[in-house]
């Protein structure tokens, strides 16, 4: 089996536009894939919009919420170091990737959907056939892609995200920047959501794949790797 390549990237964002709460990336929605990656000797590497540290969101390291890999990776200084200094866009921007992963958190709605660059890198990754995965709130990352022809990426096809209800449950809908759900809906696709709210869900189109909140982290990581070995 070739080794792989994967791009997983994360938010440089760390607390909501209110300043009420902090916020980041969710940490099992990184730690998963990255594992599973390590374990097939992957070579994994870890971009942010602007480059250099990814907050960690507060919520995400709630004894209900770590999980054993995640608390693993968080316990292991190595890691921590390699979330402070991760690789701007820009620098990795013309580098071939078998998987452009997009890990969530709600520090993505901020720093994801508008930016040109990767929207950019989305494109080329999905018109070269290759494999774009978002997980949570790391959706709204391909809210605004747009293909060569001018259509947006998702439209038409079968996606999952965060949803609103999961939204409500979380306590934090007055301080989201947007409605994901929403959103994603208004872009034409077909949104696939688990019957029951925060249980794990993950939907496969084509060479996109996306989960629907940090429950499907594990489910996720299963399913990109399987994709990836076809």
């Given at each position: 089996m070739m080794m792989k390549k994967i791009l997983i990237i994360v938010t440089n964002v760390d607390q909501y536009a209110s300043g009420n709460f902090k916020?980041?990336?969710w940490l099992s929605e990184l730690t998963h894939i990255y594992h599973?990656?390590?374990?097939?000797?992957?070579?994994?590497?870890?971009a942010s919009p602007k480059g250099g540290n990814t907050p960690i969101d507060p919520e995400s390291l709630k004894p209900l919420v770590l999980d054993e890999i995640s608390k693993r990776h968080y316990e292991n200084p190595d890691f921590i170091?390699?979330?402070?200094?991760?690789?701007?866009?820009?620098?990795?921007?013309?580098?071939?990737?078998?998987?452009?992963?997009?890990?969530?958190?709600?520090?993505?709605m901020y720093d994801f959907p508008d930016n040109?660059?990767?929207?950019?890198?989305?494109?080329?990754?999905?018109?070269?056939?290759k494999i774009a995965a978002a997980?949570?709130?790391?959706?709204?990352?391909?809210?605004?892609?747009?293909?060569s022809n001018g259509e947006y990426m998702i439209k038409g096809k079968n996606i999952t995200g965060f949803d609103w209800f999961e939204e409500t449950l979380a306590r934090r809908k007055n301080e989201v920047q947007f409605n994901l759900e929403a959103a994603l809906k208004e872009r034409g696709i077909h949104y696939k959501k688990a019957f029951i709210p925060m249980t794990s869900n993950v939907v496969v189109d084509g060479q996109l794949i996306t989960g629907q909140n940090p429950f499907s982290s594990k489910e996720m990581a299963k399913v990109v790797v399987r994709e990836l070995e076809k």
């Open positions: 916020t980041g990336l599973a990656a390590k374990e097939k000797g992957w070579q994994i590497t870890i170091n390699e979330l402070t200094r991760t690789k701007s866009l820009n620098e990795v921007k013309n580098e071939s990737f078998d998987c452009i992963y997009l890990a969530g958190g709600h520090g993505t040109t660059t990767l929207q950019t890198m989305l494109r080329e990754q999905y018109e070269n056939n997980i949570c709130h790391g959706v709204g990352g391909l809210l605004n892609v747009k293909l």
